[in-house]
């Protein structure tokens, strides 16, 4: 195992060791140069700030509610008025996503779901679950006939895979100056095609086998993110456990499948969290059913419902998710304490709380270096080690400098992708409910955000006005911020918008939110 490491150092590590002081750590233990206290940009001042939240409005989209209620397609119980989803890059390209979908029952929209992703290690695997997971979930809650007819649709010659699956209908997205921006929205957000061809496919298998045996109401987050990691993570064999009990090298250029698909392998090396949720307003077995809130996490996305206190407009945040990591959550290393004996607490969640002492999140999908056997991750180091030499110059990414596996690797796997489940039914006095990345939470607490949105402007977006709160209060520029700051700056949010992707990551995260304004209709 430790024979390729002097061969993957050739990537980025050629500085020091991963966890020099003169370096810090991404999500997933790679090294970035620590940020100095007195950096100087040469853009400084390309973002004025009196033009912040004129910029900041280029960068959301928005969905209108009162388009489908308009056309009848919308049942009188919808809770939502309109949805604001942004993103502002801080990696070049960004590795965060989102998305967003409706599902009909009886020619009604009656049920919204929607996600944010944040990516690591690239943008592949978060890609491609964005582009999918949506469709995985809707194909567990439409009726059989409506499964069959979608089944009979990606099953039938010719199917065009740059179109997306569509059990979920994609809502209409339009910008800041109204324009629809849908058809952008979606071309963007193609997987490759080798990965798109195979995701269809597994996706027919699934909704194949729901047909003759649907999925247990309770059991429908669990089964559905699961499996969808498992297809992610098996090189395009179908599942993990596949890959780990073939006797032949996947690797290997005698290997059946020896056309290895390079961008499969990416999706199975980068890795991802997310935030789920699902708005049903529904009516069930002819009763009234309530509008009822599901909501997923797997990593260190997080959900905030927010309410009205009272007639005064204060709003008052709930969570909804608790961040899995290993540096606040003790509840994570009890649990990899219990399914990992044989190992140490402080060999589990290390480095700073990270997982094996490089990985920040304790759930996730994708990250195979922390599920495949020890034999598979020293079969796609070698191959790693071979595929730089050849024609390809493949390199070994966001793993170089890494040894083969981590350490210790006695027991894999040791990270999941199962989600907790929180589930709850919405009140009048429900007003935003915000779905963001750790970009955003990191420096912008529930408590401030909830002031924030209580003393919202008619005419601001919210999702708007929280990313430059975000920004005007983020830790790292020396004078112009410190952590745990209150009030806003304006100059910090300027320089830190100056920054081009990539520069930009060395102080902040990448920002991605969806924010849902809701209009609880009244019992």
């Given at each position: 195992?430790?024979?390729c490491r002097s061969r993957l150092k050739s990537g980025r590590m050629q500085n020091g060791d991963m966890r020099s002081e003169n370096l810090r750590q991404s999500s997933c233990g790679n090294s970035v140069p620590a940020p100095r206290l007195r950096f100087r940009s040469p853009f400084h001042g390309s973002v004025k700030a009196e033009n912040l939240d004129t910029f900041l409005d280029t960068k959301t989209l928005h969905v209108n509610f009162a388009d489908y209620?308009?056309?009848?397609?919308?049942?009188?119980?919808?809770?939502?008025?309109?949805?604001?989803?942004?993103?502002?890059?801080?990696?070049?390209?960004?590795?965060?996503?989102?998305?967003?979908?409706?599902?009909?029952?009886?020619?009604?929209?009656?049920?919204?779901?929607?996600?944010?992703?944040?990516?690591?290690?690239?943008?592949?695997?978060?890609?491609?679950?964005?582009?999918?997971?949506?469709?995985?979930?809707?194909?567990?809650?439409?009726?059989?006939?409506?499964?069959?007819?979608?089944?009979?649709?990606?099953?039938?010659?010719?199917?065009?895979?740059?179109?997306?699956?569509?059990?979920?209908?994609?809502?209409?997205?339009?910008?800041?100056?109204?324009?629809?921006?849908?058809?952008?929205?979606?071309?963007?957000?193609?997987?490759?095609?080798?990965?798109?061809?195979?995701?269809?496919?597994?996706?027919?298998?699934?909704?194949?086998?729901?047909?003759?045996?649907?999925?247990?109401?309770?059991?429908?987050?669990?089964?559905?993110?699961?499996?969808?990691?498992?297809?992610?993570?098996?090189?395009?064999?179908?599942?993990?456990?596949?890959?780990?009990?073939?006797?032949?090298?996947?690797?290997?250029?005698?290997?059946?499948?020896?056309?290895?698909?390079?961008?499969?392998?990416?999706?199975?090396?980068?890795?991802?969290?997310?935030?789920?949720?699902?708005?049903?307003?529904?009516?069930?077995?002819?009763?009234?059913?309530?509008?009822?809130?599901?909501?997923?996490?797997?990593?260190?996305?997080?959900?905030?419902?927010?309410?009205?206190?009272?007639?005064?407009?204060?709003?008052?945040?709930?969570?909804?998710?608790?961040?899995?990591?290993?540096?606040?959550?003790?509840?994570?290393?009890?649990?990899?304490?219990?399914?990992?004996?044989?190992?140490?607490?402080?060999?589990?969640?290390?480095?700073?709380?990270?997982?094996?002492?490089?990985?920040?999140?304790?759930?996730?999908?994708?990250?195979?270096?922390?599920?495949?056997?020890?034999?598979?991750?020293?079969?796609?180091?070698?191959?790693?080690?071979?595929?730089?030499?050849?024609?390809?110059?493949?390199?070994?990414?966001?793993?170089?400098?890494?040894?083969?596996?981590?350490?210790?690797?006695?027991?894999?796997?040791?990270?999941?992708?199962?989600?907790?489940?929180?589930?709850?039914?919405?009140?009048?006095?429900?007003?935003?409910?915000?779905?963001?990345?750790?970009?955003?939470?990191?420096?912008?607490?529930?408590?401030?955000?909830?002031?924030?949105?209580?003393?919202?402007?008619?005419?601001?977006?919210?999702?708007?006005?929280?990313?430059?709160?975000?920004?005007?209060?983020?830790?790292?520029?020396?004078?112009?911020?410190?952590?745990?700051?209150?009030?806003?700056?304006?100059?910090?949010?300027?320089?830190?918008?100056?920054?081009?992707?990539?520069?930009?990551?060395?102080?902040?995260?990448?920002?991605?939110?969806?924010?849902?304004?809701?209009?609880?209709?009244?019992?």
């Amino acid at each position: 195992m430790l024979g390729c490491r002097s061969r993957l150092k050739s990537g980025r590590m050629q500085n020091g060791d991963m966890r020099s002081e003169n370096l810090r750590q991404s999500s997933c233990g790679n090294s970035v140069p620590a940020p100095r206290l007195r950096f100087r940009s040469p853009f400084h001042g390309s973002v004025k700030a009196e033009n912040l939240d004129t910029f900041l409005d280029t960068k959301t989209l928005h969905v209108n509610f009162a388009d489908y209620v308009a056309q009848d397609r919308i049942s009188v119980k919808c809770p939502i008025r309109k949805v604001h989803a942004s993103q502002l890059a801080a990696n070049n390209p960004i590795e965060d996503r989102w998305n967003c979908g409706f599902i009909q029952t009886n020619d009604k929209i009656s049920k919204f779901v929607f996600s944010v992703i944040d990516g690591h290690s690239g943008s592949s695997c978060s890609h491609a679950l964005a582009w999918i997971v949506l469709e995985y979930i809707a194909a567990t809650l439409v009726e059989l006939e409506d499964l069959a007819t979608a089944i009979n649709r990606l099953e039938g010659p010719p199917f065009d895979c740059e179109l997306p699956p569509r059990i979920v209908e994609q809502p209409t997205l339009y910008n800041n100056k109204g324009k629809n921006v849908t058809k952008r929205f979606l071309t963007n957000r193609l997987p490759p095609p080798d990965v798109r061809q195979f995701l269809i496919d597994r996706l027919v298998i699934f909704m194949q086998e729901l047909t003759l045996s649907p999925l247990p109401e309770k059991l429908i987050w669990e089964e559905v993110l699961m499996r969808l990691d498992s297809e992610l993570c098996s090189l395009g064999l179908g599942s993990v456990s596949t890959l780990s009990e073939a006797t032949e090298n996947p690797f290997s250029s005698t290997a059946a499948a020896a056309a290895l698909s390079v961008d499969l392998l990416h999706v199975a090396q980068s890795g991802a969290v997310g935030v789920f949720g699902l708005l049903d307003w529904s009516t069930k077995d002819g009763n009234d059913g309530g509008v009822e809130l599901q909501i997923a996490n797997v990593g260190d996305c997080s959900a905030v419902l927010f309410s009205a206190v009272d007639d005064s407009g204060e709003l008052k945040p709930k969570r909804l998710t608790t961040p899995h990591n290993g540096s606040t959550n003790m509840d994570e290393l009890r649990r990899l304490m219990l399914e990992h004996p044989d190992d140490k607490g402080e060999d589990l969640i290390r480095n700073g709380g990270r997982l094996l002492g490089e990985l920040a999140p304790t759930r996730a999908f994708g990250d195979v270096r922390y599920k495949w056997t020890m034999e598979r991750l020293q079969q796609m180091a070698d191959y790693l080690v071979a595929a730089a030499d050849s024609a390809e110059k493949m390199t070994a990414g966001s793993w170089a400098g890494l040894e083969a596996s981590p350490t210790p690797y006695t027991s894999p796997p040791y990270l999941t992708a199962k989600p907790e489940v929180t589930t709850c039914t919405l009140k009048p006095s429900d007003r935003y409910l915000v779905l963001a990345t750790d970009g955003l939470w990191d420096t912008l607490s529930p408590e401030m955000a909830a002031s924030l949105l209580s003393r919202l402007h008619p005419d601001q977006c919210p999702a708007t006005r929280l990313i430059r709160a975000a920004l005007s209060l983020a830790p790292g520029l020396g004078s112009l911020s410190h952590r745990g700051a209150t009030k806003e700056d304006s100059r910090l949010a300027s320089l830190l918008l100056s920054l081009p992707a990539g520069v930009a990551r060395l102080y902040r995260d990448d920002i991605t939110l969806v924010v849902l304004e809701l209009n609880t209709p009244s019992a």
